[in-house]
Structure formats: structure tokens, C-alpha cells
């Protein structure tokens, strides 16, 4: 299994990006899969799901209505839509896969977000 995730960067407050996760060596559109960021020196925090399937959506309230997760299953790709960008979104993002006993399983190596003026 690997994750690897792009699109990070630089970005003003108010700003967007896209991250994307791309998904090798397991059956990508069976699994759940999830963002996760760490901001500096804070703790891990989860910040979006999206199931298997129907693809059902959750959010954190800290990005809910800013953030969109969503997948391109013919392209084995997570992605992150961050709209509306503050300072306090500042963090490693970790793409993150649901293992089928439940937990995560496997984590990408993640990707830088700064959002600064």
C-alpha cells in the first residue's frame, strides 16, 4: 500500500487548494479513506471521511462548509478541496486509509499547508 500526497503550499488567508492523494496497491474505491492534519506542535486531528460506496461525507466542525473531500476512483485519488483559508488551518495534511478492522491503517507521508499573509 502507498499514499502519496501533493498540493500543498503557500497560500494567503482567504485562499484555496486542492489536495490530492494518490493510492496504490489496494482496491481504492472498497475502502474508506481520510484527511488527517497535525498543526505545529499540536496533536493529530481528523479532519474529513468519505465512505466506500455511496460515498458519504463528514467533516470536522473546525473545516465543515470550507473544506470538500471526494474521490476519482477511475484515477485511485483522494482529494482535499480547502476553501476559505485561515491561519489556523496551518498543518501537515496525511492522506489515511480505513483498514478493514476498523482504525487506519496506512498514512501517507503528508503535505505541508501554510496559510499566511
Known amino acids: 500500500v502507498q499514499l502519496v500526497e501533493s498540493g500543498g503550499g503557500l497560500v494567503q488567508p482567504g485562499g484555496s487548494l486542492r489536495l490530492s492523494c494518490a493510492a496504490s496497491g489496494f482496491t481504492f474505491s472498497s475502502y474508506w479513506m481520510n484527511w488527517v492534519r497535525q498543526a505545529p506542535g499540536k496533536g493529530l486531528e481528523w479532519v474529513s471521511t468519505?465512505?466506500?460506496?455511496?460515498?458519504?461525507?463528514y467533516y470536522a466542525d473546525s473545516v465543515k462548509g470550507r473544506f470538500t473531500i471526494s474521490t476519482d476512483n477511475a484515477k485511485n485519488t483522494l482529494y482535499l478541496q480547502m476553501n476559505s483559508l485561515k491561519p489556523e488551518d496551518t498543518a501537515i495534511y496525511y492522506c489515511?486509509?480505513?483498514?478493514?478492522?476498523?482504525?487506519?491503517?496506512?498514512w501517507g507521508k503528508g503535505t505541508l499547508v501554510t496559510v499566511s499573509s
Open positions: 468519505i465512505t466506500s460506496g455511496i460515498g458519504s461525507t
Open positions: 489515511t486509509k480505513f483498514g478493514s478492522a476498523g482504525g487506519m491503517d496506512y
